[in-house]
C-alpha cells in the first residue's frame, strides 16, 4: 500500500526541534473549511503570549483564490476566530484556531455555514439542543487503495470486522488510538470509537446515548481483508457529544482536523466519502442524534415523535442539507440496503437501523430520551445538518426552502 514519503522521514531529528523552548511566544493555528465546503485548510502565525479567550486571537487573512473561494483580482478573504482548543501536535501554550471565513465585503463565504447555524442555535437556546454526531470514516493509502486491502481482489464479506480486534480483523488501530487521544488533550468532546462493519475502512464513531441517559452507546465498521485467510478491517468511527448547540459543528470539524494531521504522520489519507467502495459494503454516514430539555425529561417521548412527523414532511429538504452536494453523494450510500433506508423514502422506527430516524429501544422503553437521524453522510457539514434539524424540530418551519429570519 502506497503512504506518503513525509511519513518515512526520521521523527526523532524533528523531536529535537520540537522540545526547543519557545519563550513567551505561541503559535496558534488558523484553520478553516474552503471552498469545496469539506476541505480543511490552515495557516500558522505567532502571538506574543498566550490567548485566553477568543477575543484574545487577531482576525487573519488568506488568498480566497487559492482555496476555491475568490476570484484572483479580489482574493483577499478574513479568517474570523470562532472556537479555540488546545494544540495536540505543538502541545500547550499553543493553539488550533477554528474560524469563520468572511468574504472582501464582510459577508460570509458561501461555505461558512457557521454564521447561519449561529443565529439558529441562538433562537432556541432556551430549548437546550444537545446533538451527538457519530463520525464514520475509511482510511486509504495514498494511491486511493483502501488500507489493508490486498493489491488484487478484495476483503472477505461483513460479519467479524464490527467493533473488532485481532490482526486479522482491524487495520489502523494505532492511528485511532493517536486520534482519540488527541481529540481529549485538544478538549474535543469525543466520546467513543470502535471498528465498524465494512473491511478495510475505518469508522470513527462517536455514539453517545447523551440526552441524560447514563450510558453511551458506540458502533463502529471495521472493514475486514482477506488474503491469505487474512480478514482485516479499515473502517472506523469515532462519537462526538454529547454538544449544545453552535458547539456540535465546532467540535466536529476540529475532530475532523485532527484525525487529517495525524493520518499526515502516518502517511495515509481519511476519507468521509460516503460510498468509498462501491459494491456490497456498509458506506459511511455521520448518524446524528438530537433531543432538547423536552425530549429528555418525563414524557418526552410525545415529544420526539411531534418532532418525527415533522421531519417525515421535509424530508428532502433534509437530504438536500446533509451531504455536500445537495443530496447526490447520499445517493450512493442511501440505497435501502446496508443498514440505511431508500433516499426517496422517509420511515422512522424503535431500532430500526434500516430507517431514516431510529428511536433507540432504551428511549422507547424510558419514554424520553433522544431520536436518531441516520441520513448525514459522512462528509456533511455538521452546522448544516445541526441548524436543519433545529429549523424543523423546534421553529415548527415547513418547506422546501429555510426561512429567512433576517426580513
Same mark, same amino acid.
Given at each position: 500500500?502506497?503512504?506518503?514519503?513525509?511519513?518515512?522521514?526520521?521523527?526523532?531529528?524533528?523531536?529535537?526541534?520540537?522540545?526547543? !523552548? #519557545?519563550?513567551?511566544?505561541?503559535?496558534?493555528?488558523?484553520?478553516?473549511?474552503?471552498?469545496?465546503?469539506?476541505?480543511?485548510?490552515?495557516?500558522?502565525?505567532?502571538?506574543?503570549? /498566550? !490567548?485566553?479567550?477568543? /477575543?484574545?486571537?487577531?482576525?487573519?487573512?488568506?488568498?480566497?483564490?487559492?482555496?476555491?473561494?475568490?476570484?484572483?483580482?479580489?482574493?483577499?478573504?478574513?479568517?474570523?476566530?470562532?472556537?479555540?482548543?488546545?494544540? !495536540?501536535?505543538?502541545?500547550?501554550?499553543?493553539?488550533?484556531?477554528?474560524?469563520?471565513?468572511?468574504?472582501?465585503?464582510?459577508?460570509?463565504?458561501?461555505?461558512?455555514?457557521?454564521?447561519?447555524?449561529? #443565529?439558529?442555535?441562538?433562537?432556541?437556546?432556551?430549548?437546550?439542543?444537545?446533538?451527538?454526531?457519530?463520525?464514520?470514516?475509511?482510511?486509504?493509502?495514498?494511491?486511493?487503495?483502501?488500507?489493508?486491502?490486498?493489491?488484487?481482489?478484495?476483503?472477505?464479506?461483513?460479519?467479524?470486522?464490527?467493533? %473488532?480486534?485481532?490482526?486479522?480483523?482491524?487495520?489502523?488501530?494505532?492511528?485511532?488510538?493517536?486520534?482519540?487521544?488527541?481529540?481529549?488533550?485538544?478538549?474535543?468532546?469525543?466520546?467513543?470509537?470502535?471498528?465498524?462493519?465494512?473491511?478495510?475502512? *475505518?469508522?470513527?464513531?462517536?455514539?453517545?446515548?447523551?440526552?441524560?441517559?447514563?450510558?453511551?452507546?458506540?458502533?463502529?465498521?471495521?472493514?475486514?481483508?482477506?488474503?491469505?485467510?487474512?480478514?482485516?478491517?479499515?473502517?472506523?468511527?469515532? #462519537?462526538?457529544?454529547?454538544?449544545?448547540?453552535?458547539? $456540535?459543528?465546532?467540535?466536529?470539524?476540529?475532530?475532523?482536523?485532527?484525525?487529517?494531521?495525524?493520518?499526515?504522520?502516518?502517511?495515509?489519507?481519511?476519507?468521509?466519502?460516503?460510498?468509498?467502495?462501491?459494491?456490497?459494503?456498509?458506506?459511511?454516514?455521520?448518524?446524528?442524534?438530537?433531543?432538547?430539555?423536552? $425530549?429528555?425529561?418525563?414524557?418526552?417521548?410525545?415529544?420526539? /415523535?411531534?418532532?418525527?412527523?415533522?421531519?417525515?414532511?421535509?424530508?428532502?429538504?433534509?437530504?438536500?442539507?446533509?451531504?455536500?452536494?445537495?443530496?447526490?453523494?447520499?445517493?450512493?450510500?442511501?440505497?435501502?440496503?446496508?443498514?440505511?433506508?431508500?433516499?426517496?423514502?422517509?420511515?422512522?422506527?424503535?431500532?430500526?437501523? %434500516?430507517?431514516?430516524?431510529?428511536?433507540?429501544?432504551? *428511549?422507547?422503553?424510558?419514554?424520553?430520551?433522544?431520536?436518531?437521524?441516520?441520513? !448525514?453522510?459522512?462528509?456533511?457539514?455538521?452546522?448544516?445538518?445541526?441548524?436543519?434539524?433545529?429549523?424543523?424540530?423546534?421553529?415548527?418551519?415547513?418547506?422546501?426552502?429555510?426561512?429567512?429570519?433576517?426580513?
Amino acid at each position: 500500500m502506497a503512504t506518503s514519503a513525509s511519513s518515512k522521514l526520521n521523527k526523532a531529528v524533528k523531536q529535537q526541534y520540537m522540545a526547543l !523552548p #519557545q519563550g513567551d511566544m505561541v503559535q496558534a493555528m488558523y484553520i478553516w473549511i474552503d471552498g469545496s465546503g469539506e476541505g480543511l485548510r490552515c495557516k500558522t502565525r505567532t502571538l506574543d503570549s /498566550e !490567548p485566553k479567550t477568543i /477575543e484574545d486571537l487577531p482576525e487573519w487573512n488568506f488568498d480566497g483564490s487559492s482555496t476555491y473561494q475568490s476570484e484572483g483580482s479580489n482574493s483577499d478573504m478574513f479568517l474570523i476566530p470562532s472556537a479555540m482548543f488546545r494544540d !495536540p501536535f505543538r502541545k500547550d501554550p499553543n493553539k488550533l484556531v477554528l474560524c469563520e471565513v468572511l468574504k472582501y465585503n464582510r459577508k460570509p463565504a458561501e461555505t461558512n455555514l457557521r454564521h447561519s447555524c449561529k #443565529q439558529i442555535m441562538s433562537m432556541v437556546e432556551n430549548n437546550h439542543p444537545w446533538f451527538g454526531m457519530e463520525q464514520e470514516y475509511t482510511l486509504l493509502g495514498t494511491d486511493g487503495h483502501p488500507f489493508g486491502w490486498p493489491s488484487n481482489g478484495f476483503p472477505g464479506p461483513q460479519g467479524p470486522y464490527y467493533c %473488532g480486534v485481532g490482526a486479522d480483523k482491524a487495520y489502523g488501530r494505532d492511528i485511532v488510538e493517536a486520534h482519540y487521544r488527541a481529540c481529549l488533550y485538544a478538549g474535543v468532546k469525543i466520546c467513543g470509537t470502535n471498528a465498524e462493519v465494512m473491511p478495510a475502512q *475505518v469508522l470513527s464513531h462517536c455514539l453517545y446515548l447523551f440526552f441524560l441517559l447514563s450510558h453511551f452507546h458506540c458502533r463502529m465498521h471495521f472493514p475486514v481483508i482477506i488474503s491469505n485467510t487474512v480478514c482485516v478491517v479499515f473502517q472506523w468511527e469515532f #462519537q462526538v457529544g454529547p454538544c449544545e448547540g453552535i458547539n $456540535m459543528g465546532d467540535h466536529l470539524w476540529i475532530a475532523r482536523f485532527i484525525l487529517h494531521r495525524v493520518c499526515e504522520d502516518f502517511g495515509v489519507v481519511a476519507s468521509f466519502d460516503p460510498k468509498p467502495i462501491s459494491g456490497n459494503w456498509n458506506g459511511a454516514g455521520c448518524h446524528t442524534n438530537f433531543s432538547t430539555k423536552e $425530549m429528555r425529561d418525563d414524557g418526552g417521548l410525545k415529544v420526539i /415523535e411531534e418532532a418525527i412527523e415533522r421531519l417525515s414532511k421535509r424530508h428532502r429538504y433534509h437530504i438536500r442539507t446533509y451531504d455536500p452536494r445537495g443530496g447526490l453523494d447520499n445517493a450512493r450510500r442511501l440505497t435501502g440496503h446496508h443498514e440505511t433506508s431508500n433516499i426517496d423514502e422517509f420511515s422512522a422506527g424503535v431500532a430500526n437501523r %434500516g430507517a431514516s430516524i431510529r428511536i433507540p429501544r432504551s *428511549v422507547g422503553q424510558d419514554k424520553k430520551g433522544y431520536f436518531e437521524d441516520r441520513r !448525514p453522510s459522512a462528509n456533511c457539514d455538521p452546522y448544516i445538518v445541526t441548524e436543519a434539524l433545529v429549523r424543523t424540530c423546534l421553529l415548527k418551519e415547513e418547506g422546501e426552502e429555510p426561512t429567512d429570519y433576517s426580513k
